[in-house]
């Protein structure tokens, strides 16, 4: 990627889940905000509690339209006039609940927040808000700032992956969810690492992982942290000038 100023070093700060703060070339974007200690059956075990508002967003990204993702408080309290870059056609429906600048975005189409293009990629999730909710199809996001990152949101394993292979410098990747197991549509440690060896980046985050758990014990995975370090193992195996930097909620790094 060549030689980065101090200026322009890119900050990740993990809030947990698919809550990311990147703070890239001056510009603060926000993934996925989930600021709450419980969302639905859902509770925060990351230690804690609920997370406070970041004092500056200049717009929130959002993948898809699950509950765990798109947290209408959560939103509401950090995007109620902050741009809110969604997928199509999410825009009427997030605009009906208080967000009043929506940008929908499909796959391949792009919004500029303060000078940085912001990219929608494509994703393997499941479209539709449950039980009886709208349905917009699920994306990633490419921002391209002097260091490029890629957002993942909440996705399966693809081949298209492959076509960001050396155009990025952070990877975020979802490595597991909230429960024992997984559905179809999401990334385990194995695929996430597959998915770092794909695209290539100089440096991979897992995210979406040891945040939230069912309020019920026996839903809950045995050692919450096990998905992380897997992955971290699994990638130094597949793709190892991959660094790997495993975060705890609430962490942060600078690139």
């Given at each position: 990627?060549?030689?980065?100023?101090?200026?322009?070093?890119?900050?990740?700060?993990?809030?947990?889940?698919?809550?990311?703060?990147?703070?890239?070339?001056?510009?603060?974007?926000?993934?996925?905000?989930?600021?709450?200690?419980?969302?639905?059956?859902?509770?925060?075990?990351?230690?804690?509690?609920?997370?406070?508002?970041?004092?500056?967003?200049?717009?929130?990204?959002?993948?898809?339209?699950?509950?765990?993702?798109?947290?209408?408080?959560?939103?509401?309290?950090?995007?109620?006039?902050?741009?809110?870059?969604?997928?199509?056609?999410?825009?009427?429906?997030?605009?009906?609940?208080?967000?009043?600048?929506?940008?929908?975005?499909?796959?391949?189409?792009?919004?500029?927040?303060?000078?940085?293009?912001?990219?929608?990629?494509?994703?393997?999730?499941?479209?539709?808000?449950?039980?009886?909710?709208?349905?917009?199809?699920?994306?990633?996001?490419?921002?391209?700032?002097?260091?490029?990152?890629?957002?993942?949101?909440?996705?399966?394993?693809?081949?298209?992956?492959?076509?960001?292979?050396?155009?990025?410098?952070?990877?975020l990747l979802p490595v597991?969810?909230?429960?024992?197991?997984?559905?179809?549509?999401?990334?385990?440690?194995?695929?996430?690492?597959?998915?770092?060896?794909?695209?290539?980046?100089?440096?991979?985050i897992p995210i979406h992982?040891?945040?939230?758990?069912?309020?019920?014990?026996?839903?809950?995975?045995?050692?919450?942290?096990?998905?992380?370090?897997?992955?971290?193992?699994?990638?130094?195996?597949?793709?190892?000038?991959?660094?790997?930097?495993?975060?705890?909620?609430?962490?942060?790094?600078?690139?």
């Amino acid at each position: 990627m060549g030689h980065v100023s101090v200026r322009d070093r890119t900050a990740v700060t993990w809030l947990g889940h698919a809550t990311v703060l990147l703070e890239v070339d001056g510009v603060a974007l926000l993934t996925d905000p989930v600021l709450r200690d419980r969302v639905g059956p859902l509770v925060r075990i990351a230690p804690g509690g609920g997370v406070d508002p970041p004092a500056h967003v200049d717009a929130v990204l959002l993948s898809h339209l699950h509950a765990d993702h798109a947290d209408l408080p959560s939103l509401r309290a950090i995007a109620r006039e902050n741009p809110v870059l969604a997928p199509h056609p999410a825009g009427s429906w997030l605009a009906r609940r208080g967000l009043h600048d929506v940008r929908e975005l499909r796959v391949g189409s792009e919004a500029i927040i303060g000078g940085i293009r912001v990219t929608a990629t494509p994703a393997r999730h499941d479209p539709g808000r449950r039980p009886f909710g709208p349905r917009a199809e699920p994306v990633g996001y490419l921002i391209a700032a002097s260091q490029p990152v890629y957002f993942a949101g909440d996705t399966d394993l693809f081949d298209a992956m492959a076509e960001l292979r050396d155009s990025v410098a952070v990877a975020l990747l979802p490595v597991w969810g909230w429960g024992p197991r997984l559905g179809p549509g999401h990334l385990d440690p194995e695929r996430a690492a597959r998915a770092a060896a794909m695209i290539a980046p100089e440096v991979a985050i897992p995210i979406h992982w040891g945040t939230f758990a069912p309020v019920w014990p026996g839903g809950r995975l045995a050692d919450p942290a096990r998905p992380a370090r897997e992955f971290e193992r699994l990638t130094n195996r597949y793709a190892p000038s991959v660094e790997v930097r495993v975060l705890a909620p609430g962490g942060r790094t600078v690139i």
